[in-house]
């Protein structure tokens, strides 16, 4: 299932470190609908039944002040938004969880992107308003393979989060690793792939991706991390089910923090 929510910002401005507050708004619309719920998908590393990919028009790219929280402020890129709207893509392979994200989004309203103290941009504050909620139609993969272009750049690691690009020789037995593993999740299927995946790059290239998160900061004492994202067109070998489900969920690590997303194109 497939949803995009088109949101509106106060401040037509948007930073590039967006997807731990996108997480955020998961989990307050699924706090809304279902509490409990929401503390059983979010206790522990569970694996996420989830992408997302937040997708808008830049008008222009500027530097600006970042209050990332109260330890932390740097200077980076925001976009202006062309219009204010910015369009959240959600895939999932779990309906459940898709219903009560609707319901929640539906009782938000409007979500804080920012506080009082954390994610102002020149110390002003983002706002997204919850526009419309769509329901989209969902490709069905009959074959075994698919060509896949990426919606948000698939991220790829190894043990101590070394990055593995698609260019490296290793890429695909440690594609096949993380997915077994994630399938077999019983937040996902409880089983893993019933076939070896084959991925074949088409018109692939590297992305550094900027990202952050509480925990890293807290750890690290960094205010940021820097992410090796794969994007462009694959070809991915497999049985049909497997695939569909990565369709579904995402492909890669961090799937979950807005990584991984595909469009089907053939």
């Known amino acids: 299932m497939r949803l995009r929510i088109l949101l509106k910002t106060d401040t037509d401005e ?3 470190l967006y997807r731990h507050r ?6 307050e619309a699924l706090t809304k609908s279902d509490k409990d719920y929401k503390e059983f998908l979010y206790n522990g590393k569970m694996a996420k ?16 002040r ?19 709207f910015v369009s959240l893509f959600i895939s999932s392979s779990d309906y459940r969880f898709m219903i009560l994200l609707f319901t ?9 992107f920012s506080g009082d103290d954390y994610m102002l941009v020149d110390g002003k504050p983002i706002n997204l308003e919850v526009k419309h909620i769509s329901v989209l139609n969902e490709k069905v993969i009959k074959n075994d393979f698919a060509v896949f272009k990426t919606m948000s750049p698939v991220v790829l690691e190894a043990i101590h989060d070394e990055p593995i690009p698609f260019s490296d020789n290793r890429f695909e ?3 096949n690793e993380v997915m077994d593993r994630i399938l077999r999740s019983q937040t996902v299927r409880s089983f893993g792939l019933k076939r070896r995946l084959k991925f074949e790059p088409i018109k692939m290239s590297q992305k550094v991706i900027k990202h952050t998160l509480k925990g890293f900061r807290e750890k690290t004492g960094k205010p940021i991390m820097y992410l090796t994202g794969n994007v462009g067109i694959f070809k991915l070998s497999g049985d049909p089910e497997d695939l569909n489900m990565i369709y579904k969920i995402g492909l890669g690590n961090r799937t979950g923090q807005g990584f991984g997303m595909l469009e089907i194109l053939k």
Do not use: Q, W, Y
């Not at 996108?22 to 989990?27: E, G, M, Q, T």
């Not at 970042?66 to 204010?84: M, P, Q, S, W």
């Not at 929640?104 to 804080?112: C, D």
């Open 104 to 112: 929640g989004l539906k009782k938000i309203g409007t979500f804080n």
């Open 173 to 175: 037995e440690e594609l």
């Open 49 to 64: 039944p989830f992408t997302f990919s937040l997708m808008f028009r830049a008008k222009e790219h500027v530097t600006k």
């Open 14 to 16: 948007m930073t590039f």
């Open 22 to 27: 996108i997480v955020s708004l998961i989990k």
């Open 66 to 84: 970042i209050t990332i929280d109260r330890d932390f402020e740097i200077e980076d890129k925001v976009a202006l938004i062309k219009d204010g």
